[in-house]
């Protein structure tokens, strides 16, 4: 934090940090928070043409970039700090041997300062930054400490980017003792020895990774009597996946609902809440500090049971978009932030989650909501994931199509799973096509990209 200030003496100017999780990662961000700087998260799983738009929209004065990422980062008038791996003056450690025993100068912050510029949104035309204040973070991280209640004795598994949610359980784990455990480069069956080796209690995975960990050879055999926390999002888990997952899982399975504007914590379900089989399609209910609601398209707050769109107000809502004011005023209206997602609340205050709300899809005029149709989809055994999504066509107006990928890329009956779907939903939900591809298109985090499928597949 001293080299931080050393570099650029400005309080809340700007450090991006791109690097993969290595605890150089983990010393770059604690040293940009302590430097009162603002920490810009540079993903090295996008590309360089993204990343650098990114950087030429928040103009850091200073980059930390392990050694493997420097191909990643076009600089423009930042300092480059070499992370891993890096020698000689300009690196890291170099750094930390030239500041030994310096402290920072205590910043002067106000809740409404900013911590982060995050970005969200597609991959092409002018990138997102959410603009997350302390107000932001510090309501994010105490949520967390209140709501997965952890102790000294957690491990947290930091296996998923620490650009996105692993990043969230890193203060709260280590702000009562807890230990934080990096691996190599994550895979399911990695993850899992991990579980053994390390005695992990707690991690952040998109149902993705869920998915195929649930598919390793033998993993119904294993035991993972330590874990406490396995806490999902950055998508809904499929109902039947839920069911099997919690066994598999030391019965630690957790779930929370966000967005980048909001982070991850606005709603969470904790493991004894899916006792209540009613629980199992839910995201859990509203945390402290945030309120939930559901919003007509008029504008009215809807009763309770009614489809709407979920909105959030409160101290985890961010200051709004980087550079777009219009843009902001679309999305927080009267202080509440419009998700996009579609769902209701039940009279216990769960929050059940439809879709998004730009991906439902009109047949016929009925709505068809994709992860409906693709709850039931994924009850197949032969699926091992699927996405749904719309398909232009001129009877129906919009087609409901499905992209599947298949258990060890076996080959599926296209008219068999179509028949599936229709004895337990009404025709018009059912898939018109189904189309089988080796693998889904990802985004950086794992996550299973509708619109990218959509575009691959409609043709």
Not at 115 to 131: M, N, V
Request: charged share 25%.
């Amino acid at each position: 934090a001293a080299a931080w200030q050393a570099i650029d003496p400005a309080t809340q100017s700007r450090v991006g940090v791109c690097a993969y999780n290595t605890t150089e990662h983990l010393l770059a961000w604690l040293a940009t928070l302590a430097a009162g700087k603002t920490w810009v998260p540079l993903n090295p799983r996008n590309g360089r043409e993204e990343l650098s738009r990114m950087i030429a929209a928040t103009g850091p004065s200073i980059i930390a970039a392990d050694v493997d990422c420097l191909d990643k980062v076009e600089a423009g008038g930042a300092t480059v700090v070499a992370g891993r791996d890096g020698t000689g003056a300009g690196s890291l450690e170099a750094l930390m041997a030239d500041h030994d025993g310096r402290r920072p100068a205590r910043p002067k912050l106000a809740m409404d300062d900013l911590q982060a510029i995050k970005f969200t949104g597609g991959s092409s035309g002018r990138p997102k930054g959410c603009l997350q204040t302390y107000r932001v973070w510090n309501a994010c991280v105490g949520t967390m400490m209140a709501s997965f209640a952890f102790d000294e004795n957690d491990r947290h598994l930091i296996a998923t980017p620490m650009t996105h949610g692993s990043n969230t359980l890193i203060l709260p784990v280590l702000s009562v003792g807890g230990t934080q455990v990096f691996m190599g480069p994550a895979s399911p069956g990695g993850i899992l020895d991990a579980f053994e080796e390390h005695a992990i209690t707690s991690l952040f995975l998109p149902p993705t990774v869920v998915y195929m960990m649930m598919a390793e050879p033998g993993v119904e055999k294993r035991r993972f009597p330590s874990l406490k926390h396995v806490i999902v999002g950055g998508a809904g888990m499929r109902t039947e996946q839920i069911r099997k997952a919690i066994p598999l899982f030391n019965n630690a399975l957790e779930m929370c609902f966000g967005q980048t504007e909001a982070p991850q914590i606005a709603t969470c379900i904790r493991a004894a809440d899916w006792k209540d089989e009613r629980n199992l399609a839910s995201c859990g209910r509203p945390t402290l500090l945030t309120e939930v609601a559901i919003m007509g398209t008029d504008g009215d707050l809807m009763p309770t049971g009614e489809t709407g769109e979920i909105v959030i107000r409160g101290d985890l809502v961010m200051k709004g978009y980087l550079d777009m004011p219009e843009e902001t005023a679309r999305t927080i209206v009267d202080g509440w932030l419009h998700t996009g997602d579609v769902g209701l609340m039940d009279e216990r205050g769960y929050v059940f989650i439809k879709d998004r709300i730009r991906d439902v899809i009109i047949s016929g005029g009925f709505n068809v909501y994709p992860s409906d149709v693709e709850a039931v989809i994924g009850e197949h055994p032969s699926v091992k994931e699927c996405v749904v999504f719309a398909v232009n066509d001129d009877k129906w107006g919009e087609a409901v199509h499905a992209a599947i990928e298949t258990v060890d890329g076996a080959p599926a009956d296209e008219a068999a799973l179509i028949a599936f779907v229709k004895e337990r939903l009404d025709s018009v939900k059912a898939p018109k096509r189904i189309h089988f591809t080796p693998e889904l298109p990802r985004s950086p985090v794992g996550k299973v990209l509708r619109r990218e499928a959509k575009a691959q597949f409609s043709e």
